[in-house]
């Protein structure tokens, strides 16, 4: 045990991973993130592949069903990958604790979102003639609100914590009352040549197929 935690821990050594995500693209890869945490496999978590231009989710179910999803580097707003293996990082991760630090992260923008809504109707009630809420010339208006939720920045990256590799994200907004996120989710770091065991099966192009509009989002 001691001689593979030092080899985990030669291996993020030698690796490096950053990504810069915006709210929206947070939002994105925890829709993503969501459903397949509830099929995988309950001991072995899922597996995570990252390399220049991909991010790959491979989790296979206790009941033998595979999932496999496959993004490209435009999830990320701008990323960094090294490794000696040909700059790709291969993982074992627990979607659930990522699903739920996306999700923190999130709250933290709705949270700036709900004081400014609170503050608006304290502003109504100021007009009709009610007790003025005395903290509203201290809050943003609406359209500052709406411009900081759009700048606002997550990092997510690969560190250690305790001395074990970890997938970090750490999100916070440029408004003042801002609460700040720093999660660190524990994973296993996997040789690169493993992932071809957690790809999806190669099959044929089906003869049926569909297609949808970019403006109509399917919903799962």
């Known amino acids: 045990d001691k001689y593979l935690r030092r080899v985990c821990q ?3 050594l030698a690796m490096r991973f950053k990504a810069k995500l915006t709210a929206d693209q947070v939002s994105v890869l ?37 999932c496999f999803a496959e993004l490209s580097k435009l999830i990320f707003l701008e990323h ?42 304290n502003n109504s009630n100021s007009r009709r003639g009610n007790q003025p809420n005395t903290n509203s010339q201290h809050q943003p208006p609406p359209t500052m609100v709406h411009a900081l939720l759009a700048q606002q ?48 099966p190669q099959i044929n192009t089906p003869s049926v197929q569909l297609e949808l509009s970019m403006d109509r989002p399917l919903r799962v």
């Open 153 to 200: 920045t997550v990092v997510l990256k690969l560190a250690k914590r305790n001395r074990l590799p970890c997938l970090c994200l750490d999100g916070h907004a440029t408004d003042e009352g801002a609460v700040e996120i720093h999660q660190a989710i524990p994973i296993r770091i996997m040789r690169a040549t493993e992932m071809q065991y957690h790809l999806p």
């Open 10 to 12: 030669q291996s993020v």
């Open 30 to 66: 925890c829709n993503v993130v969501a459903p397949m945490s509830k099929l995988q496999d309950s001991h072995r978590g899922a597996v995570l592949y990252l390399d220049p231009d991909f991010i790959r989710i491979s989790c296979r179910s206790d009941s033998g069903i595979t």
């Open 80 to 121: 960094r990958i090294e490794s000696a293996a040909e700059n790709v990082i291969v993982c074992q991760v627990d979607l659930m604790s990522l699903k739920l630090a996306l999700q923190s992260v999130i709250s933290s923008g709705s949270h700036i979102h709900g004081n400014n809504n609170n503050n608006n109707n």
